[in-house]
């Protein structure tokens, strides 16, 4: 199983307030957004990523997956890890 990425506190976990933004958007796209969070409540979104810190798609996760369990969607974030391959030059 790959390793689940924790969103705490730290990563504004509990600062994920709907409400909040609701100043900053029209009735009319806070209610199409509620809807869609309903839309999706029986889905599962898992995020896959090489990082759980330092890169672009680490910081927007880290801020975007508390909004969307605060809309009630079922969403998380896993590593994935490749295996490294040397490329040793052949001989000719």
């Given at each position: 199983?790959?390793?689940?990425?924790?969103?705490?506190?730290?990563?504004?976990?509990?600062?994920?307030?709907?409400?909040?933004?609701?100043?900053?958007?029209?009735?009319?796209?806070?209610?199409?957004?509620?809807?869609?969070?309903?839309?999706?409540?029986?889905?599962?979104?898992?995020?896959?990523?090489?990082?759980?810190?330092?890169?672009?798609?680490?910081?927007?996760?880290?801020?975007?997956?508390p909004m969307?369990?605060?809309?009630?969607?079922?969403?998380?974030?896993?590593?994935?890890?490749?295996?490294?391959?040397?490329?040793k030059p052949?001989?000719?």
């Amino acid at each position: 199983m790959l390793p689940k990425i924790s969103v705490s506190r730290r990563c504004g976990a509990m600062l994920a307030n709907v409400q909040r933004y609701r100043m900053l958007i029209s009735d009319e796209l806070s209610e199409e957004l509620m809807q869609i969070a309903q839309e999706l409540k029986d889905v599962r979104i898992c995020h896959l990523n090489s990082t759980a810190f330092g890169g672009g798609v680490a910081e927007l996760l880290s801020r975007y997956l508390p909004m969307l369990q605060a809309l009630g969607i079922s969403a998380d974030w896993r590593l994935i890890h490749g295996h490294w391959v040397s490329s040793k030059p052949t001989a000719w």
